[in-house]
């Protein structure tokens, strides 16, 4: 004899949040995600007990960048909202031109070698301005390694939050972009038209 429990979705939410209060208290929660919704399409974000590890774009297949977190950061991943609540706010703001820079503790153990020092230097870029791949490359200290730059950018972690969309090429055209040529221009759109109002 099968028996089914009749719980409605007000209970399943209250009880996966209980889950994940649970498992964050005993030290069993290693990356927290959710999903929010942004011009630029539906945004997953991730995170450890160190910070913000992972924002990706809907193109990037959020169940494929979930399998990657289980592997490379740890299997015990679970969907726990509220957890990102101060992330999905920064990001509220910026896209409602109401901010210029994130003030979130990052993690970036995803990042090694040139492209972690490729990345680090993305904030260097003002908000509402660019920079090419070669002048990229220079700051981070190989300015011939263009192409390498252009890897590092669509490799970024932590896309909008550290600002690859403002590395262009040098004849000032976009680019590659890991969230599509459209939410490149979205990005560099937002932020020129926010600049121009300010």
Do not use: W
Request: glycine share 8%; charged share 25%.
């Amino acid at each position: 004899m099968t028996y089914f429990l009749d719980v409605d979705d007000a209970d399943l939410a209250r009880l996966h949040r209980d889950l994940a209060a649970r498992a964050a208290a005993d030290g069993l929660l290693d990356v927290a995600y959710r999903t929010v919704d942004s011009p630029v399409g539906p945004l997953l974000l991730a995170r450890t007990p160190v910070g913000l590890v992972r924002v990706a774009f809907g193109v990037q297949d959020h169940d494929a960048v979930l399998t990657a977190l289980a592997s490379t950061v740890s299997p015990r991943v679970l969907e726990a909202p509220e957890r990102l609540d101060d992330v999905a706010r920064e990001l509220d703001e910026y896209f409602a031109g109401r901010r210029t820079t994130f003030d979130l503790p990052l993690d970036l153990q995803l990042l090694r070698g040139f492209r972690r020092d490729v990345v680090l230097h993305l904030p260097d870029i003002a908000y509402g301005h660019t920079a090419s791949y070669a002048e990229m490359a220079g700051l981070a200290g190989s300015p011939r390694a263009v192409r390498a730059v252009g890897t590092a950018c669509a490799l970024n972690p932590l896309p909008v939050v550290l600002p690859c969309h403002r590395v262009v090429r040098s004849d000032g055209s976009p680019g590659q972009y890991a969230g599509g040529a459209a939410a490149k221009l979205t990005l560099l759109d937002l932020e020129t038209r926010v600049g121009v109002a300010a």
